[in-house]
């Protein structure tokens, strides 16, 4: 990673290492290829249509959405590949936008419930075999999504709404805790198979078996899987770090920030800085488990303790010289999908130089 701040760029601003961005990318994509396995990137994580293109140039099947709104976006600039992984309640106005949109690509939906799949039917009515559904799984992450042998029921119920039902998926969330990454791999193998067994027993045929995030993507061994969904893998996050699923080296986007406020230690106080990006360029997510709300490259030692709309407060190691005022500095967002729905458009460098600007064509398309 380069830490150069192009002198033209006003913090805060949200900066992508493009060489690191794209050995992110070809990572991935080679490391599926290996194993046989379909890459479905989920594009919430950068909503962005250059980056969407390259992952599609790199081999990726097609993409994931989390709403209709970002399926939009990428359908008008060619993706013709589309899974909205999010169990929809399907409204008249949602049905009106499906039906566009399956008419421009072969378009996936998630459902979890009857209710829902019979819903998703009658709105869509004779337009409901143009879109594919895949059921949601719950594989331990305990969000939305059936246990595996409750599948057949939600398959059926879709089947007689007229819905072209084709697999299951999952999201093994709970890999997003320490030491919870190969455990949580292990639960996702387990829970497809067991949906899918129970699919083909009941006469469906499963087509595709969905899972992935990035915390499980890259480990190794069989998988029931046919295809996989990680996002975050493209930029690295503060998480991925603490999780041990990135390396410093690895993490291309950082937020750059400058030293607005400095305080040495006095009368007990700890020495700090505060820089000028806060909640609202960084994002304010962080679990219970992380040791800040953000984590500096340069300075590993440091943490990000508190946030404020416009204020990061950083303590600052005794290892370390206390950075002057107007000292400009890469901060690494703790959960990166924030941070790219929260700006316009991210800065693009190259050895330390801008190189583009890119549009963050999907930010706020959460419906």
């Known amino acids: 990673m380069n830490h150069v701040i192009p002198a033209e760029v ?192 009941a006469g469906f045929e499963v087509r595709t078996i969905s899972g992935g995030s990035t915390p499980t993507a890259l480990i190794s061994g069989e998988t029931m899987a046919s295809e996989l969904r990680p996002g975050v893998y493209v930029f690295g996050d503060a998480q991925q770090l603490e999780l041990e699923r990135c390396t410093w080296d690895d993490v291309a986007l950082t937020v750059a920030a400058t030293v607005v406020s400095r305080h040495e230690a006095a009368g007990g106080n700890v020495r700090r800085v505060v820089v000028d990006a806060g909640s609202k360029i960084l994002g304010s997510d962080r679990p219970d488990w992380a040791t800040g709300f953000a984590r500096l490259p340069e300075y590993p030692e440091a943490r990000v303790t508190a946030l404020s709309e416009h204020h990061a407060t950083v303590v600052w190691p005794d290892s370390s010289e206390l950075p002057a005022l107007g000292t400009r500095l890469r901060v690494i967002p703790n959960h990166v999908c924030l941070a790219m729905n929260l700006v316009d458009e991210v800065t693009v460098v190259r050895d330390g130089s801008v190189v583009d600007t890119w549009s963050v064509a999907a930010r706020g398309r959460n419906n």
């Open 10 to 201: 006003i913090t805060p601003a949200v900066l992508i290492d493009v060489d690191i961005l794209d050995r992110n990318i070809d990572r991935m994509a080679s490391n599926m290829l290996n194993r046989g396995l379909q890459l479905r990137p989920h594009v919430k994580t950068h909503k962005t249509l250059e980056i969407a293109r390259k992952q599609l140039a790199a081999g990726a099947v097609g993409i994931t959405v989390a709403t209709i709104g970002e399926a939009e976006v990428f359908a008008a600039d060619g993706v013709n590949d589309i899974f909205i992984a999010y169990p929809l309640w399907v409204e008249a106005p949602h049905a009106e936008r499906l039906r566009a949109l399956a008419a421009k690509c072969r378009l996936a939906v998630g459902v979890d419930s009857a209710e829902s799949a019979t819903a998703m039917g009658r709105r869509l009515g004779a337009d409901a075999g143009s879109v594919e559904v895949l059921i949601e799984v719950d594989s331990g992450h305990h969000r939305s999504g059936v246990l595996p042998e409750e599948v057949v029921d939600v398959a059926r119920a879709a089947s007689s709404a007229g819905l072209n039902v084709a697999g299951v998926f999952t999201f093994p969330g709970h890999s997003y805790k320490p030491g919870m990454p190969t455990g949580a791999a292990s639960n996702e193998n387990e829970a497809l198979g067991r949906a899918a067994a129970a699919l083909t027993s």
